[in-house]
C-alpha cells in the first residue's frame, strides 16, 4: 500500500508564506515526477507545480516567482514553499507522485495525497 501525506497547510494573511511537505510512504520500488495541486470552490482542479526524479521543474503561471517546489528523494518527500500568497491561493491543495510498485512494473501509477486547505484571508 502507498500514501502520500501532506502537512503545513492553514490559514495566512495575504503576503504571508506557507511550506507544504508531502511524504510517500509504503511498498514502492521508484518515484517519477511528483506535484502539487489544487481545487478551489467551484473550479476544476489544477497544477500548480511539478518537479522530476531529476529535480526539473514547472509551474502554473499565477504562481511563478512566488511558489517554490522541491524533493528530497532520500525521504521521498516533496515541498511547496509558498511566498507573497493572496488570497485567490485559496483551495485545497493535493500532492501527487507518479509510482512504480515494482521493480517489474511496466508502468507508472498516479498516487494522490488527501488534500490540505490552504485559505489566504485578513
Known amino acids: 500500500q502507498v500514501q502520500l501525506v501532506e502537512s503545513g497547510g492553514g490559514l495566512v494573511q495575504p503576503g504571508g508564506s506557507l511550506r507544504l511537505s508531502c511524504a510517500a510512504s509504503?511498498?514502492?520500488?521508484?518515484?517519477?515526477?511528483m506535484g502539487w495541486y489544487r481545487q478551489a470552490p467551484g473550479k476544476q482542479r489544477e497544477l500548480v507545480a511539478a518537479?522530476?526524479?531529476?529535480?526539473?521543474?514547472n509551474y502554473e503561471d499565477s504562481v511563478k516567482g512566488r511558489f517554490t517546489i522541491s524533493r528530497d528523494n532520500a525521504k521521498n518527500t516533496v515541498y511547496l514553499q509558498m511566498n507573497s500568497l493572496k488570497p485567490e491561493d485559496t483551495a485545497v491543495y493535493y500532492c501527487?507522485?507518479?509510482?512504480?510498485?515494482?521493480?517489474?512494473?511496466?508502468?507508472?501509477?498516479?498516487?494522490w495525497g488527501q488534500g490540505t486547505q490552504v485559505t489566504v484571508s485578513s
Open positions: 509504503g511498498s514502492f520500488f521508484s518515484i517519477n515526477a
Open positions: 501527487n507522485a507518479s509510482i512504480k510498485r515494482n521493480i517489474l512494473s511496466r508502468s507508472w501509477t498516479d498516487y
Open positions: 518537479i522530476t526524479s531529476g529535480g526539473s521543474t
